[in-house]
């Protein structure tokens, strides 16, 4: 008997899982793959609480000090290289500007670079793009194909989680006293709750309660190079002119709406919602993305399997009009599902008073879901704010 067990295994799954660990609670964690290999796998790893909205930059805020403080315990891939945006025209320069000024009042450090000081510091980055950068020192990247198998390794291994892989949980019921959990198996486990963690699955659980919410599901295309040059190093997580366009913390900007109005109504950034960014991961290689294409979570099936090759081909095109990496030979090419709401945040819903879904954590769940999920585990078993 547990006091919890959480459904999935990917980050805001395992977040609430080590919420719980260091809570005291008895967890168990059930994945019904062999290791986690949804979006918690297949993103960037940049760890950006700059580019979210206020409430969810806290969250982001909190998760890296989680993160910061794991990886000084147990390697779980934290690199502490910090977050650019580089503006390519006077508009996004004027929005890096307002950011700052926004993040000062928040007493979140950033800094403004030069032109000059963005080619210095990264390399192949274009004259005739950069007009210069917002730099946010704190921030943290993570490698998105092993921090979730090392997080989930050290909660095994020091914290006692009990992880149940390759288990898909396919009923819950709540007897009154406890909720039983069945897996496709046959197993059966008993917790005095269950937090359902199930990313974009809506088959599986409940399917008449997310087909009839609001919830949406996104694809992404992804690209990952082949190792670049041992000599060439890009730190840290970069954002371009289209992500300053795009993310939710420059809604905050006053100028944002104004600049957003005097953008072609047609492009085919906005026909594939396309916007650039590069993470060098550990080997050398540079992951480049990516694309948004949409479908309601009963329809996630209208999305296909295919790679577009026309929406590849225009990221590459993008790409090597911002930065000149020594190599653009693609080795991996992928895409990542996840869900989020069109009108919240996230998509909370308490079937009773033992069972809890949370889900539709949308792009920023490896930035928001430590914090977010400290909080939500204080808030379901009323524990005391630290
Ligand atoms: C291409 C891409 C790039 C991104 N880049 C970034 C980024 O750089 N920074 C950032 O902050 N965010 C990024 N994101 C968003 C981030 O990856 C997601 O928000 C996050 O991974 C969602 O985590 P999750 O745990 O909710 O879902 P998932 O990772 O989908 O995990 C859900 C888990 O639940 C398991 N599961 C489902 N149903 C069951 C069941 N019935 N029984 C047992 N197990 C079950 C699944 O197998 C899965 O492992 C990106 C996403 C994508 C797709």
Redesign the pocket.
């Known amino acids: 008997m547990y006091d919890l067990i959480v459904?999935?295994?990917?980050?805001?799954?395992?977040f609430h899982a080590y919420h719980a660990l260091e809570a005291g609670l008895k967890v168990a964690l059930?994945?019904?793959?062999k290791a986690?290999?949804?979006?918690?796998?297949?993103?960037?790893?940049?760890?950006?609480p700059s580019g979210m909205d206020s409430k969810w930059q806290a969250y982001g805020r909190e998760s890296l000090k989680i993160y910061k403080e794991i990886q000084s315990r147990f390697d779980i891939s934290i690199r502490n290289n910090g977050s650019v945006y580089i503006a390519s025209n006077e508009e996004e320069m004027q929005l890096l500007e307002e950011l700052r000024v926004i993040n000062q009042a928040n007493d979140y450090s950033s800094e403004m670079m030069s032109k000059e000081a963005c080619l210095a510091k990264y390399p192949g980055l274009k004259a005739d793009y950069a007009k210069g950068g917002l730099f946010f020192p704190e921030e943290v990247t993570v490698e998105?194909r092993v921090m979730?198998h090392r997080l989930l390794e050290y909660l095994v291994a020091e914290k006692n989680l009990a992880y149940f892989p390759y288990?898909?949980?396919?009923a819950c019921e709540n007897t009154g006293n406890v909720v039983k959990i069945t897996?496709s198996g046959g197993d059966l486990l008993e917790a005095g709750k269950t937090i359902?963690?199930?990313?974009?699955?809506f088959k599986?659980?409940y399917p008449e309660i997310f087909a009839q919410s609001d919830l949406v599901v996104?694809k992404?295309?992804?690209l990952l190079t082949k190792p670049q040059p041992q000599s060439y190093i890009l730190p840290g997580?970069i954002l371009t002119g289209l992500s300053i366009r795009r993310y939710e913390a420059f809604y905050e900007c006053p100028s944002f709406a104004d600049i957003k109005s005097r953008e072609p109504k047609e492009s085919p950034e906005k026909k594939w919602g396309v916007h650039i960014?590069f993470?060098q991961a550990t080997d050398g290689s540079v992951i480049l993305?990516?694309s948004h294409e949409y479908a309601d979570a009963k329809n996630i099936d209208d999305l296909g399997y295919d790679l577009d090759m026309d929406i590849d081909q225009f990221m590459i095109l993008k790409a090597k009009q911002i930065i000149n990496l020594p190599t653009y030979e693609i080795a991996h090419r992928w895409?990542?599902?996840?869900?989020q709401c069109k009108t919240k945040d996230l998509f909370q819903h308490q079937v009773d008073d033992r069972i809890h879904i949370v889900?539709?954590?949308?792009?920023?769940?490896?930035?928001?879901?430590a914090g977010f999920s400290k909080e939500n585990i204080q808030q379901l078993f009323n524990l005391k704010n630290d």
């Not at 059930?30 to 793959?33: A, G, Q, R, S, V």
């Not at 359902?196 to 699955?201: L, T, V």
């Open positions: 459904v999935g295994g990917g980050v805001l799954g395992a059930i994945e019904k793959d986690p290999q949804e979006a918690t796998t297949r993103n960037f790893g940049q760890v950006v998105p979730i288990k898909t949980v396919i897996t359902i963690c199930n990313g974009r699955d599986t659980l996104t992404l295309q992804m997580s960014l993470k993305g990516d895409f990542g599902i996840y869900s889900t539709g954590i949308g792009g920023k769940g490896m930035t928001g879901s």
